[in-house]
T-cell receptor
């Protein structure tokens, strides 16, 4: 079984609709992240959470919100989807602490907003 | 301002030869660097990392070289195999208070021809 799972894997929605992307992990990591990837661009950080009570904005948080329901679950919501939110979305996890730790990514959700 | 640059969008090499993927950075605060590999329809997977206290790190067929004065790092794959065909992302981080944040390059598509 995959350590980091994302649902749905693909989603097509209409402009103005609310949509939620979900992420679950079995790695036992404290830190969770949401990224988006656009064609020809690297991954950009949307939100991150260091534990259940800690939520922080990343570099491109406008138009998005998140919820950390449990250590293992981190959801990303688009309250009113717009076409330029069409992208590949990745959830990632890492251990906490003072060192630099690699992040482990889920398989991604391809979102299309029409 | 793009702080991590992968100036070659694509690279094609023959099986058995060396693949060299390059990455430049502009932020002198970066002191930890990672390479990720991404196959289509999958999330990025961690490949290898290097701290700025080193100039080389090796793991099997993969070696990362860091030239701090030039703000340049490279990933060498020897020998290259068809299964290495993927997009490779360079990422950089700052140890200390912001150790969660990875700044990614745009990626380089490596194609290894049989």
């Amino acid at each position: 079984d995959a350590d980091v799972t994302q649902t749905p894997r693909n989603r097509i929605t209409k402009t103005g609709k609310r949509i939620m992307l979900e992420c679950s992990q079995t790695k036992g990591h404290d830190r969770m992240y949401w990224y988006r990837q656009d064609p020809g661009l690297g991954l950009r950080l949307i939100y991150y959470s260091f534990d259940v009570k800690d939520i922080n904005k990343g570099e491109i948080s406008d138009g998005y919100s998140v919820s950390r329901q449990a250590q293992a679950k981190f959801s990303l919501s688009l309250e009113s989807a717009i076409p330029n939110q069409t992208a590949l979305y990745f959830c990632a996890t890492s251990v906490g602490g003072q060192g630099i730790y690699e992040q482990y990514f889920g398989p991604g959700t391809r979102l299309t907003v029409t | 301002d793009q702080q991590v640059k992968q100036n070659s969008p694509s690279l094609s090499v023959q099986e058995g030869r060396i693949s060299i993927l390059n990455c430049d950075y502009t932020n002198s605060m970066f002191d930890y660097f990672l390479w990720y590999k991404k196959y289509p329809a999958e999330g990025p997977t961690f490949l290898i990392s290097i701290s700025s206290i080193k100039d080389k790190n090796e793991d099997g067929r993969f070696t990362v070289f860091l030239n701090k004065s030039a703000k340049h790092l490279s990933l060498h794959i020897v020998p290259s195999q068809p299964g290495d065909s993927a997009v490779y992302f360079c990422a950089a981080s700052v140890s200390g208070g912001s150790n969660y944040k990875l700044t990614f390059g745009k990626g380089t598509l490596l194609t290894v021809n049989p």
